[in-house]
């Protein structure tokens, strides 16, 4: 069975010979505090510090590497001028690429904010939409036929016949509409001024959609995942019924037109607690979510005993038993195994890999999460 006839078939309930081994992405602190515990310093990427951990812990088997991904732009075009507006002893004001202003450390540039691959704690001084005016401007950067969204003709023959996941990621509305009006003002918002809000939801998705649209002609990706942090810790970030209201049609309206087009997963990514929001999910064609995090209150277990096999999901291993390690690690990794055996699930740190665990327990951790999926 190759990677993504496997990768399918665990998370639609399919007979996988083994469910994919995808421990978790550390990031480029949880890297550097790694090589000072031992990674090799030419290990540099996720993929290869995993592969790494499963070789210590004696595995044989070939990881499966992502593949070449079929890129789909959805992001504005032109973004923003970034620069530096102004520079103190230890930090600095910047426009970014999406307009907003913010004050980061001197550590990082304006144009690291572009694709960052570590955390950056910001102070946000203003975001770009603030007028009704600010969003008919920030309309005209959202061309979905603008030839720069898709590859080059020809770009797509070598996907045809892949043998490796394809997966589309798009901002959700609530997600996009953050990125708009900044996380505060889009929920207050809600109240003060729903008309707005009506308007950007509709934009977004009939922008996604036409994006899509355009991109399903030249190949047929096997996930269309939205981005959608929109819950914390115990609630969702606006309530269930004004999830319904405002955001529901433009959920079911994506859910058919990649179910139209063969797409096999539709997935939501949020964080925080998610027990309200996946009926939602369910109803809108939506059949995978993540990181599912246990700090949260998500709990596996008894999503699969409410929802049954209407949703697949992917992470759910708490970050905290994996830097605890021993016992702790150990009880987490027997935890979820019930729902690794019943399928529908591939197990994963429940967000990024952070850097207060140690290299020698992730590497414990990879070997009981290869045992606990055929991988050893």
Request: hydrophobic share 40%; glycine share 6%; aromatic share 14%.
């Given at each position: 069975?190759?990677?993504?006839?496997?990768?399918?078939?665990?998370?639609?309930?399919?007979?996988?010979?083994?469910?994919?081994?995808?421990?978790?992405?550390?990031?480029?602190?949880?890297?550097?505090?790694?090589?000072?515990?031992?990674?090799?310093?030419?290990?540099?990427?996720?993929?290869?510090?995993?592969?790494?951990?499963?070789?210590?812990?004696?595995?044989?088997?070939?990881?499966?590497?992502?593949?070449?991904?079929?890129?789909?732009?959805?992001?504005?075009?032109?973004?923003?001028?970034?620069?530096?507006?102004?520079?103190?002893?230890?930090?600095?004001?910047?426009?970014?690429?999406?307009?907003?202003?913010?004050?980061?450390?001197?550590?990082?540039?304006?144009?690291?904010?572009?694709?960052?691959?570590?955390?950056?704690?910001?102070?946000?001084?203003?975001?770009?939409?603030?007028?009704?005016?600010?969003?008919?401007?920030?309309?005209?950067?959202?061309?979905?036929?603008?030839?720069?969204?898709?590859?080059?003709?020809?770009?797509?023959?070598?996907?045809?016949?892949?043998?490796?996941?394809?997966?589309?990621?798009?901002?959700?509305?609530?997600?996009?509409?953050?990125?708009?009006?900044?996380?505060?003002?889009?929920?207050?918002?809600?109240?003060?001024?729903?008309?707005?809000?009506?308007?950007?939801?509709?934009?977004?998705?009939?922008?996604?959609?036409?994006?899509?649209?355009?991109?399903?002609?030249?190949?047929?990706?096997?996930?269309?995942?939205?981005?959608?942090?929109?819950?914390?810790?115990?609630?969702?970030?606006?309530?269930?019924?004004?999830?319904?209201?405002?955001?529901?049609?433009?959920?079911?309206?994506?859910?058919?037109?990649?179910?139209?087009?063969?797409v096999p997963i539709y997935a939501v990514?949020?964080?925080?607690?998610?027990g309200q929001l996946i009926p939602i999910?369910?109803?809108?064609?939506?059949?995978?979510?993540?990181?599912?995090?246990?700090?949260?209150?998500?709990?596996?277990?008894?999503?699969?005993?409410?929802?049954?096999?209407?949703?697949?999901?992917?992470?759910?291993?708490?970050?905290?038993?994996?830097?605890?390690?021993?016992?702790?690690?150990?009880?987490?990794?027997?935890?979820?195994?019930?729902?690794?055996?019943?399928?529908?699930?591939?197990?994963?740190?429940?967000?990024?890999?952070?850097?207060?665990?140690?290299?020698?327990?992730?590497?414990?951790?990879?070997?009981?999460?290869?045992?606990?999926?055929?991988?050893?």
């Amino acid at each position: 069975m190759d990677p993504r006839q496997r990768y399918l078939q665990t998370l639609l309930f399919g007979a996988p010979d083994r469910v994919p081994l995808d421990p978790g992405v550390g990031r480029k602190s949880t890297l550097a505090a790694w090589h000072a515990q031992g990674l090799p310093a030419d290990i540099n990427t996720a993929d290869d510090a995993n592969e790494y951990a499963y070789r210590l812990a004696g595995g044989t088997l070939p990881l499966p590497r992502a593949g070449e991904p079929f890129p789909v732009n959805e992001r504005m075009i032109p973004t923003f001028e970034e620069k530096v507006l102004e520079r103190g002893e230890r930090t600095q004001i910047v426009q970014d690429w999406k307009g907003n202003i913010c004050e980061i450390s001197n550590d990082y540039s304006v144009e690291y904010l572009r694709n960052p691959i570590d955390f950056v704690t910001r102070r946000w001084i203003r975001c770009p939409v603030e007028t009704w005016d600010d969003w008919r401007a920030m309309q005209a950067r959202y061309d979905p036929d603008d030839p720069a969204r898709l590859p080059a003709a020809g770009a797509a023959e070598r996907f045809w016949q892949r043998d490796w996941i394809v997966q589309w990621k798009m901002a959700g509305p609530f997600w996009q509409m953050r990125e708009w009006l900044g996380f505060e003002r889009l929920c207050t918002t809600f109240y003060d001024d729903p008309r707005l809000i009506r308007d950007m939801v509709a934009f977004w998705e009939a922008f996604i959609a036409r994006l899509l649209q355009n991109a399903f002609r030249y190949v047929i990706p096997d996930i269309f995942y939205i981005s959608e942090d929109m819950a914390y810790k115990q609630f969702s970030m606006i309530s269930p019924a004004m999830t319904r209201e405002f955001l529901f049609p433009t959920y079911r309206r994506w859910g058919r037109l990649v179910r139209d087009a063969g797409v096999p997963i539709y997935a939501v990514d949020s964080d925080g607690y998610i027990g309200q929001l996946i009926p939602i999910w369910i109803e809108a064609g939506a059949n995978v979510c993540d990181p599912i995090e246990v700090a949260a209150g998500n709990d596996l277990a008894a999503f699969r005993r409410q929802f049954g096999r209407r949703m697949a999901y992917r992470g759910g291993i708490d970050k905290r038993a994996i830097a605890a390690g021993s016992a702790e690690l150990e009880a987490e990794i027997q935890r979820v195994a019930p729902v690794i055996d019943d399928g529908g699930y591939i197990p994963s740190c429940d967000h990024g890999v952070p850097a207060d665990v140690p290299w020698s327990n992730y590497v414990h951790y990879v070997e009981l999460l290869a045992r606990a999926t055929g991988w050893l």
